[in-house]
Structures are given as structure tokens and as C-alpha cells.
């Protein structure tokens, strides 16, 4: 039986071969800075950075099945992840599987298929610069808050704004303030079946947001929340004993 959580980061891997901004603040990709950062941390078993670019688009049948949580980053090639890949990643969420989307992950396939719905929001964007978000934790004995302080505040960032087209979450954590004065619920907990789902808001590919610690504890945090519970033999869907008959 594997011990801790098998981590697969996700990422579409597309911004930082193209723009010359983001490819200097993640030379490497962003989701390697991420998994670099968990990788390191207590309770994971291991973590595997795969890419749009890949064979099987990163989400072979082999990646899929040895993993426990995966995190996703796309932003403009949602349509060229295949509708095959993407019912499979939602089938493994909804057989055990955790998944965290984040940032313009909210309309990547597989979390729209989760969802329902057509998750559209507003969004702003102030130049090279951005403005400034606060992400205030509103339900500080949530898990994925744990060690936080009362809010994280990003200084230039990419403003998402409320109507926010998804359903109603079962556990919000965070909701940010803008510099311009929009609100957006920014952390937000699903449970789909036997697998959990946790949008994060954070994440605009030109600013430096992975490199920010309290980002990466929040996804850190958020890798546990979302792990499976395992029997000996696998996940717990699927592999409990049948009740004896009553007399």
C-alpha cells in the first residue's frame, strides 16, 4: 500500500515558451515551481509535472491511476485537452481522486464537467502591473486554511469579479477584495462522488503568484484536504466488504 499522496501537477505549459514575461519569471514552467514545492513537504509521496506537450497530453491511463491529488493550470488551450482525457480525469475525481483547479482552471474541461455549469466570471487585468488583491480567509478552522494569517494579500495580480457561474460551494474559504473594489469567492470546496474539488483563484501566468509561499502552503494544504481515504487495496469506493445478513 503507498504511503502519503501522490501528487500530479498539471499544467498547460503553453505562456511560458511564448511570452518572454512569464518564461522569466518561470523558466523552468510553472508547474515545476509548484511541484518543486510540494515535493519537499511532509506527507507526499511523490510528484510528477506533466504538460499539454506530452504524450497522452500528461493524462495517460498509467499517470491517472497512480495518482492521488492532481493539480491543474490552463488558461488558453482548454479546447485542445481531448473530451476523451477529460471524462477520464472527471471519472477518476468522482472514483477517489482529488483535483485542484486554479486560476483560469475554472473553465478548463474536466472542472467545468464537475461542475455543471458554465463557470464564467468577470475579469480585469490593469496593465504590466495589475492591482492588488486581498484573499481573506473567512473560514479559518478549515483545513486549507490551516497556519494562514488573516488574509494573503498579492500586490499586482489579475482581478476576477462576481457573477461567479458555478455552483454553490460546500465549504468556502476564501473570498478576495480588489483594488478596484470587486469581491470574487476565491476558494471554494466541491465533494463529486468519492473525489473533492477545490478551485483557487491565484495565479495570473505574468506575475510572480507561485513563487509567493503562502500560495503554495494554500495548495499544499489543499493536496491534503483533497487526498483520498484509502483501505489496504486502494481507494475506499470500490473496495469495502459486503454487510453480513441480519438474522
Known sequence: MTTGIRV?????????????QCREIYPNGMG?????????????????????????????????EHTDVMTWWGHKAHDQVTDENARRVQKRVQQGMGLIAMHSGHMSKPFMLLMG??????????????????LWVVDPAHPIADGLPEYIELPNTEMYGEPFGIPRPD????????????????????????????????????????????????????VKWAAPTRL???????????LEEMD
Open 8 to 20: 500530479t501537477v498539471w499544467n498547460e505549459g503553453l505562456h511560458e515558451k511564448e511570452l518572454p
Open 171 to 222: 465549504q468556502l474559504v476564501f473570498i478576495s477584495w480588489f483594488q478596484g473594489g470587486e469581491v470574487f469567492r476565491s476558494g471554494c470546496c466541491w465533494h463529486r462522488e468519492a473525489g473533492k474539488v477545490f478551485y483557487f483563484r491565484p495565479g495570473h501566468e505574468t506575475f510572480p503568484i507561485y513563487h509567493d509561499e503562502l500560495v503554495l502552503k494554500v495548495i499544499y494544504n489543499a
Open 32 to 64: 515545476r515551481v509548484i511541484g518543486a514545492y510540494l515535493e519537499k513537504q511532509p506527507g507526499i509521496a511523490s510528484v510528477h509535472c506533466s504538460e499539454l506537450s506530452d504524450p497522452d497530453q500528461g493524462l495517460s491511463d498509467d499517470i491517472l
Open 117 to 134: 455549469t458554465a463557470c464564467n466570471l468577470k475579469w480585469r487585468e490593469y496593465g504590466e502591473h495589475g492591482e492588488k488583491e486581498r
Open 232 to 242: 489496504a487495496g486502494g481507494y475506499t469506493q470500490g473496495n469495502v466488504e459486503p
